[in-house]
Structures are given as structure tokens and as C-alpha cells.
């Protein structure tokens, strides 16, 4: 059966963790997600003044780093639809040149062709229709500019893919409930979703379906994380 990402679903279940998510996200990938985070940042430097959006940016930390790579003239912006989530990110915020918005990044409130980049960070799989959510970063991305994704995956190594598998399956729910007790069993929707998530060549069709050109994936961390990225086409004149 799939799993149920019904938006009420999923913005009960992220407020409900919202107040531990910076905690669990760094103490169950050992703070692997930190360098996940400067790797994709790395891969796709901010060119120029143009704003930057990371949608479903939940406490920020994406869309902080961005503001640290970017240019001191460029805003960044960050949505979310969960208020929990982005009342974190506003306690968290130390300039003003970011700021935060709720928002459903399947309905962004944004102008066609307004950003250099459109990042989303371990939140694309969490999104009802991915084609969907791809399909609005995509509008919102000026010409030119790039669409970024950072995303959990599978190890191409078939014997760590299963001790990979096991773990999420099976030590992952448990320790996440005993940490962060919540009624829509977050620790359990992680691995699903995860698994049934596209990745690699999948994600980048599916990226191109959505308009995106050049698109390519880089794996981190044995595969466990990857970076996509792809452009929006250049307008003709």
C-alpha cells in the first residue's frame, strides 16, 4: 500500500516532531546531514544577485546555508507548510536578508521566473505529486537558473544496502518513537517514503519531464544522499 502523504497528514506529522527535527536529523546521520547540506551548497554555488527559494525548507538550514554562499545583496527566501517548522527557522534566523513564508510547494506564491535557484532539501518525497512540486520549482526558477534537490537514496552496495535497509527499517523507527513520541509515527514514514521515492536516472527523467535541461546527479555518502541537479531553458530570443 502507498504511503498516505495527504497534506494534513504530513503537516500534523512534521509539527508534531517539529520542536526535536534539528536534534534527530543530526543524532540519527551522526551529522552526516551537515555535510549533505555544504556538499549540495558546493555543488551549486549562487551566481549573482538574484534571489534563491528552498521550498519545504522546514527549520531553515538549507536556506541558511545558501545565505552564507550567496552574494550579501541576494535575499533568500525559504517556504513551508508546516507553521511549527518555520516558527523554528524565524528563532534561528540572524539576518534579514533570509526570511520565511508558509507555503504549499505544490501553489508557491511567487511570480514565473523569479529565482537563480529553487532547492528543496529531504522534502521533495514528502510532497503528494512529485512531477507536481517539481513543475512549480521549475516556474518559479528564472531562466538560466537551476533547480536543486537533496534527497535521501539507496547504496548502489548491495550488501550495505541491506544493512542500510534493516537499520531504517527496524532500529530507526524504534529509536525515533522512544525520542520523539508523536501519534503519526514519523520514524516509520521515513523508510517508506524513502523506498518508494525514485532516485538516480528516475528523478532526473522525471525532473525533465517537469522542464528541466542538463539535469545530473552526484551520490554522497556511499549513496545514502544525492544531489540532483537541473536548468530551467534559457528563453529564446
Known amino acids: 500500500m502507498p504511503v498516505d502523504k495527504s497534506g494534513n497528514r504530513i503537516r500534523q506529522m ?10 534527530m536529523n543530526h543524532f540519527l546521520s551522526g551529522g552526516t546531514d ?11 554555488r549562487p551566481d549573482g544577485e538574484d534571489p534563491i527559494l528552498d521550498v519545504c525548507t522546514g527549520t531553515g538550514d538549507l536556506a ?46 511567487f511570480p514565473n521566473d523569479t529565482f537563480q535557484l529553487v532547492s528543496v532539501a529531504f522534502g521533495l518525497r514528502n510532497v503528494s505529486s512529485t512531477i507536481g512540486g517539481l513543475e512549480e520549482m521549475t516556474r518559479v526558477c528564472r531562466p538560466g537558473g537551476r533547480v536543486v534537490v ?18 531504517f527499517r527496524n532500529i530507526l523507527p524504534m529509536l525515533g518513537q522512544m525520542l520523539v513520541r508523536n501519534r503519526h509515527a514519523a520514524y516509520e514514514y521515513l523508510p517508506q517514503s524513502v ?3 525514485p532516485c538516480g536516472p528516475r528523478l532526473t527523467e522525471i525532473m525533465e519531464e517537469a522542464g528541466l535541461e542538463q539535469t545530473s546527479f552526484h551520490k554522497l555518502t556511499g549513496g545514502i544522499a544525492t544531489v540532483y541537479i537541473g536548468y530551467k531553458p534559457e528563453q529564446p530570443e
Request: no cysteine; aromatic share 18%; net charge positive.
Open 14 to 23: 512534521f509539527g508534531d516532531i517539529a520542536g526535536r527535527y534539528d536534534f
Open 34 to 44: 551537515i555535510y549533505w547540506r555544504w556538499k549540495t551548497v558546493r555543488l551549486a
Open 64 to 109: 541558511f546555508a545558501w545565505r552564507k554562499a550567496a552574494s550579501a545583496s541576494t535575499r533568500v527566501m525559504g517556504t513551508d507548510f508546516t507553521h511549527g517548522m518555520l516558527k523554528l527557522a524565524e528563532q534561528k534566523k540572524r539576518t534579514r536578508s533570509v526570511s520565511f513564508m508558509e507555503a504549499d510547494t505544490q501553489h508557491l506564491p
Open 150 to 167: 537533496l534527497e535521501f537514496s539507496l547504496p548502489d552496495n548491495r550488501l550495505i544496502s541491506r544493512m542500510y535497509q534493516w537499520y
Open 195 to 197: 523506498s518508494e521515492f
